[in-house]
């Protein structure tokens, strides 16, 4: 019978060149992305910047329960994304497949949403390392620069990395990722070891913290500490074998984080003592933490966790720098932005050029913000970070429809778990994530009204940008509106099989 609309695994050339040039280096194994990925979720940032926080503002010990729920949530969205990922063979992650999911249009609008969102959350994160970076270097070098000096050298840094080859990102940092993970993990097991401060208990795992204090925000606050996990798909031209490696990179980057997470809260709680854990976390959130690796470990411990609190925050800003150099390689390549950045340097065999363009865009940013005497913490990062987030929630979520719709339309040899029943139950997840971060939009950018309104706007109006785009290349370039689904209508043609 004829099953010519029936998909196999893409089959299209792994080293996709802009303009024809040259190519990428496929050499990202799937440690490599591993390492990028989680990277970009600044893991010891997340557990001495928003754990304590995730605590005082859901006001109950339920957090680890609501990490685990999260991780399976996450693991379920996975099945349909990384099986996606076999039929689109672009960098562009979520909005390439909402692209070939829900049509060019709105495709292109979540390009450049995702494109503001991740620009947000780069500058926005950095602001939060130049504060750490100007204490740590008061404390341990005495040396006092400005906040924002730190910010403009981890820009260079960043860019100076990104420019090259991204092997050299990888190695960088996989070494900060080791070290951050070590230093948790040892404060993690003198907790243990020790017994905590009222003993060990499984008290946070109770079903009964589901109706404890405020569990909407915490399962909200938990679902922020993956942001960044999707990257995998964004380095799909520099892996050595895509169709493989980035399902295997994608499940043990959410897996992995997500176990590290709910054992090292759980931990945070057992040291401060599930009695005290909402309290001492609301008096003050950000030595939380640090105090606890000096009582359970030692002053030393603290000290290095300060150092590498920083660091871990460079390897946040250097991630999401090469996502955003890739989402912008991927734009060119369709002609939504000037081709020129869709372009691959001969000698570095990497997006040079939109690294570039990424460096001189936050470094501006950044001089914005500073121009403006915004406050680095409760402004710069607070409203940045909570608008980012709603952005790439936003994106989650039209993914997961995404990736059913696409899967209706074009039948695979997939089962019905991967093609529908677990893309459907992650979409409902998702959307109740949404509609909790929509609510709470105003506690996410700082409870500031009119930061909430125009950052509300920049993202409409960021995704507004691309739909005009979108029908402005339909109506005057209709050429390049059709190659906007070139590579995936290529690999489809290739894939066609015939099943008897």
Known sequence: MDTSENLGPSTAPTNIAGEGETSFRSSLGVGSIVFMVVAA????????????????????????????????????FAVGYTAMSRYVPNAGAFYSYIQA???????????????????MLLVGSTTYLGVNA?????????????????????FALAGYLGYRNVDLSARVLGLVLVLEAAIVIVVDTAIILQGGEEGLSAEPFSPSMLTQGAPGLGFMFAFLCFLGFEATAVF?????????????????????????YTVTMWCVIMGIGPSRAVAVTGDDPTVAVLNLASEYVGPIARDVMLVLLVS?????????????????????????????????????????????????????????????GLDPISEAFTWLSGAATLGIIIMMTTT?????????????????????????????????????????????????????????????????????????????????????????DKTQQQSKTTNL
């Not at 249009?105 to 503001?116: D, E, K, S």
């Not at 740590?136 to 005495?142: D, E, K, N, Q, Y």
């Not at 892996?239 to 295997?248: L, S, W």
């Open 41 to 76: 979720a600044a893991p010891l940032g997340v557990v001495a910047a928003t754990f304590p926080v995730i605590i005082s503002v859901e006001q109950s010990i339920g957090a680890p329960l609501f990490l685990l729920m999260v991780t399976a949530l996450l693991t379920v």
């Open 400 to 488: 997961g429809i995404a990736v059913i719709r696409f899967f209706r339309h074009h039948p695979t040899s997939d089962g019905t778990w991967t093609t529908l029943i677990a893309p459907a139950v992650s979409s409902i997840g998702m959307v109740v994530v949404l509609v909790i971060a929509i609510q709470n939009f105003g506690l996410l950018v700082g409870e500031n009204t009119a930061a909430e309104v125009a950052l509300g706007v920049i993202l409409a109006v960021a995704f507004a940008a691309g739909v005009i785009i979108a029908v402005t290349m339909r109506r005057y370039r209709p050429a390049h509106y059709e190659s906007l689904e070139r590579d995936s």
């Open 101 to 119: 999911g829900l049509g060019r249009i709105i495709g292109t609008g979540c390009a450049t949403l995702a494109y503001v969102s991740y620009l």
């Open 312 to 372: 871990s925050q460079f390897a946040c800003t250097l991630a999401f720098h090469n996502v955003l150099t890739r989402y912008q390689y991927t734009m060119g390549t369709k002609g939504v932005i000037p081709r020129s950045l869709g372009r691959i340097s001969p000698k570095h065999h990497a997006p040079s050029r939109s690294s570039a363009v990424i460096s001189l865009i936050t470094v501006v940013s950044m001089m914005m913000i500073v121009a403006l």
């Open 134 to 154: 100007s204490n740590a270097g008061r404390i341990f070098l005495h040396i006092d620069l400005p906040w924002w000096t730190w910010c403009l050298i981890a």
């Open 236 to 260: 799909r031209n520099e892996a050595k074998d895509p169709v493989r490696t980035i399902p295997r990179a994608t499940y043990i980057a959410v897996i992995g984080i997500g176990l590290f």
